[in-house]
């Protein structure tokens, strides 16, 4: 006659056995390393040659958590898991195996405050007594805690996983990030925000927000009273990131966004800012405003010149020689209004994406000495002009025009920012199917730090002392580009620059 579980076993063995087992769920390690252990261990303790877990997912369906001993749940089992995961009730079931002995199987939910976390199950060969009922209540006593720590393990794991998540997106976020308590202090931030004022991150934690932004504003001091008061708040302003006396780097403008983080209980627990990089905003605001002043002043001064040439031919008499002279006057004066207005009508067409390209096959020679020859002949009083090309009748794929406007821009250019003469080189040479176009001159030069500003929209080198709209190297970048090809800058201050122009390399525009 078979002996209930409670009554086979020995009360010390029981405990011990007890204390050993929840010991394990309290080891560290994923849940696979901890329950295989524990199941060997509790099916040693009932006699059984074999043991599993399986964890609830969502839509009704379970993965194997652990398992020992032979594979005993499968598809005939389907009455005995149907009992147990959706009925929630510990299950009984005799099973053949596939030699065709039997086994005995018991099954048990675990279950933790009504939430199906998943079933434990073990098996007994037909050598050993069949599992009863009566069994059933020392494996509940296991099968609870069980289920509260597999589901505690769960939930770690989830807020691991989302945690690592949420840093992963606050590290890679182009805005910098403080997080704040009721007292102002930062209790945590981004990696973009510790890049943007420096220092060590332990310098950081704790320290008033405000400390790190230089001038305050008036809405600093109201979002510090709203954390204190508890109350809602919300503003943004603009300000920049506070630096030491003697730091002599560019300012960092910045915008914040000031917020108090308010839970469902509608309680203020601390605050949020997050703070924009508005540099190249400021920087871009700049430039159009100047850009608005300098195409204004281009406008003006030959429209005024003209209008006022005019004037003095319509009001008196002029000798044909004196006519000749002012003609010649108002004649470079509409040229350079309508290289003006054909700069900003370029400039249209490239930010709406409607520069259309006409490749064709031709000779580099041909074009380079075309768009040297105006150069060769206004400037042949100040300038030298040389112009080298190997091979001399190499051929090149690409819009005959485009291109030329982008050399006849760094000619004018080189010729511009030389304004003592000098010599300028255009030079073009193919070099493992690429064409590499070289516009040199021994002007000023280019400060440094104005290198890779040197592309962009209205940008000038030197506002008052030459004209320009500041579009021409923009435009230049941009039709090399739209060839496939590169352009890079050199230049030393008092002894020159160099455009370097590369082309070629795709199908599109190979050399030939």
């Given at each position: ?6 009554e ?76 147990v995961?959706?009925?929630?009730r ?46 059933f ?63 060590p ?45 003697d ?82 006057v ?35 020679e ?13 400037h ?34 080189a ?67 739209r ?30």
């Amino acid at each position: 006659m078979k002996t209930l579980l409670f009554e086979a076993k020995p009360q010390f063995r029981l405990i011990g056995l007890l204390h050993g087992l929840f010991g394990m769920l309290g080891r560290p390690g994923e849940l696979p390393e901890i329950i295989k252990p524990f199941l060997v261990d509790l099916g040693e303790y009932i006699s059984a040659d074999g043991g599993c877990l399986l964890v609830a997912e969502e839509s009704d369906r379970y993965h194997l958590v652990a398992e020992y001993g032979p594979s005993f749940l499968a598809e005939r089992n389907s009455e005995l898991t149907r009992e147990v995961f959706q009925c929630q009730r510990p299950a009984l079931s005799e099973e053949i195996d596939a030699d065709g002995s039997r086994f005995f199987v018991v099954g048990v939910p675990l279950v933790n405050d009504g939430r199906l976390i998943g079933g434990m199950f073990f098996r007994r060969d037909s050598q050993t007594p069949s599992f009863q009922p009566s069994d059933f209540p020392f494996l509940g006593i296991i099968a609870l805690p069980l289920a509260i720590h597999i589901e505690n393990l769960e939930y770690a794991r989830v807020n691991a996983t989302r945690r690592a998540e949420l840093e992963a997106v606050l590290a890679s976020m182009a805005d910098g990030l403080l997080v704040l308590d009721r007292n102002g202090k930062v209790r945590s931030f981004n990696q973009t925000f510790k890049d943007m004022v420096g220092g060590p991150a332990d310098a950081l934690f704790g320290s008033p927000w405000e400390s790190f932004f230089s001038p305050q504003q008036e809405p600093f001091r109201l979002f510090n009273e709203s954390l204190n008061r508890g109350e809602r708040f919300s503003s943004k302003c603009k300000t920049f990131i506070a630096r030491p006396p003697d730091f002599d780097g560019e300012a960092v403008h910045v915008a914040l966004g000031m917020n108090t983080v308010v839970t469902q209980r509608n309680l203020v627990t601390g605050g949020v800012i997050n703070i924009r990089d508005v540099s190249l905003d400021s920087q871009m605001d700049h430039l159009k405003d100047e850009f608005v002043a300098t195409v204004s002043h281009e406008l003006r001064t030959p429209l005024t010149t003209i209008h006022g040439f005019l004037e003095m031919m319509i009001s008196r008499p002029i000798e044909r020689k004196e006519q000749l002279t002012l003609l010649g006057v108002m004649y470079q004066e509409t040229g350079r209004l309508e290289r003006l207005i054909n700069d900003l009508l370029e400039m249209s067409k490239i930010q709406s994406n409607r520069v259309e390209m006409h490749p064709r096959t031709f000779r580099l020679e041909r074009l380079l000495n075309q768009a040297m020859r105006p150069f060769r002949v206004r400037h042949a009083d100040t300038h030298r002009f040389s112009l080298e090309i190997e091979p001399p009748n190499g051929r090149i794929v690409a819009d005959f025009d485009r291109l030329s406007q982008a050399v006849t821009n760094l000619i004018g250019n080189a010729v511009k920012y030389s304004p003592e003469g000098g010599e300028v080189s255009l030079r073009a040479t193919r070099e493992k199917g690429e064409w590499k176009i070289a516009v040199s001159d021994q002007g000023i030069g280019v400060p440094f730090k104005h290198l890779e500003k040197i592309f962009e929209r209205f940008f000038r080198v030197n506002e008052n002392q030459t004209a320009g709209s500041g579009l021409g190297l923009f435009i230049t970048k941009q039709i090399i580009e739209r060839h496939g090809g590169r352009i890079s800058v050199e230049s030393t201050l008092g002894k020159g620059t160099t455009f370097r122009i590369s082309l070629g390399r795709n199908e599109k525009n190979s050399a030939r």
